[in-house]
């Protein structure tokens, strides 16, 4: 692997602060494992996926250092799927690396990045954006927009809290539809997910029997039509697992979720306007490098 090169991409404010010095340290492991490492800083959106889509012949695989939205600009400029990817997990919620249990210190982190070990990772497309955890219509999805708003450098629990306490407060629940490979699902929903993942927002709320690279994401369908509904749900959620209480899963390639009147729209965690929207798995998944 000595004749190939490990590009590490890394948000030097992710972690508080601690992206620089964890990409470093990280570069330090791998080179003193004979590994030929080049480490390149972000300075604003848009760069880790710039960086990425300039990836050359000679680089073996990435590694993203920060969170999963420096993951996600990794993933989105991959000029090829066959580049594996790596993550030194440093953001709020994590939620690949906790899927996939990815080893948070630079050393052990070094050490899956030499052998080279990946995983199959399924991901869609929704519009021009990529998707690989999951997108969503709803209550969280108005709570992402809320933080979009609030956010004031690095995303912390309390920002998270406030902005869903917001939601709460002002929340009138949607009537959202859905169509799964062409087939209506009956009913209308005050919440839909669609996530190809295990955690949710760095809770472990969706089923544990989710596949990541089966060619297909999941579709969770809430019925909440009130606040108390939305209530039941949070409840469900830090005790046990979806689908239950209610909620019920669908599998598929392609989902058509719209209502009647705006309702908001996330994906990956980021506010991505409002319904309707299309979200559809692409047929090649790309690769995550994992112990």
């Known amino acids: 692997m000595s004749a190939k090169q490990v590009l590490v991409i890394a948000n030097p404010v992710a972690g508080r602060g601690r992206g620089s ?18 480490v390149f800083e972000t300075g604003k959106r848009g760069d880790a996926r710039a960086r990425s889509a300039g990836t050359g012949a000679d680089v073996q695989s990435i590694v993203a250092v920060g969170g999963d939205g420096t993951l996600s600009e990794v ?3 991959l000029p090829r799927r066959t580049i594996p990817v790596g993550q030194l997990a440093l953001g709020t ?8 249990g990815l080893p948070r210190d630079p050393r052990e982190l070094a050490r899956v990045v030499a052998q080279g070990r990946t995983r199959r990772i399924d991901v869609a497309h929704v519009g021009n954006r990529l998707c690989f955890l999951g997108a969503s219509a709803g209550y969280d999805a108005t709570v992402v927009h809320g933080l979009e708003r609030l956010r004031r450098g690095p995303i912390t ?36 997910i669609l996530a190809n993942v295990v955690h949710y927002a760095g809770w472990p709320t969706l089923a544990a029997d989710q596949v990541h690279d089966d060619g297909r994401f999941e579709a969770y369908l809430f019925p909440a039509r009130s606040r108390l509904g939305l209530l039941r749900h949070a409840a469900r959620g830090l005790c046990a697992r979806f689908p239950g209480g209610g909620v019920v899963r669908v599998s598929g390639r392609r989902f058509r979720v719209a209502a009647a009147k705006p309702v908001p729209l996330q994906v990956d965690g980021d506010a991505a306007g409002q319904l309707p929207f299309e979200l559809v798995v692409e ?9």
């Open 21 to 38: 010095r964890a990409a470093r340290e990280l570069a330090e492991h791998l080179r003193a494992a004979g590994v030929e490492t080049e």
């Open 75 to 77: 993933l989105s400029g």
């Open 93 to 100: 919620a994590n939620v690949l690396a906790l899927d996939l």
């Open 157 to 192: 629990r309390i920002t998270w809290a406030r902005a869903a306490l917001s939601a709460f407060a002002n929340y009138t629940p949607p009537e959202i539809t859905l169509e799964v490979d062409g087939k209506l699902v009956a009913g209308a929903f005050g919440m839909v």
């Open 283 to 291: 047929p090649e998944p790309c690769r995550i490098l994992v112990p």
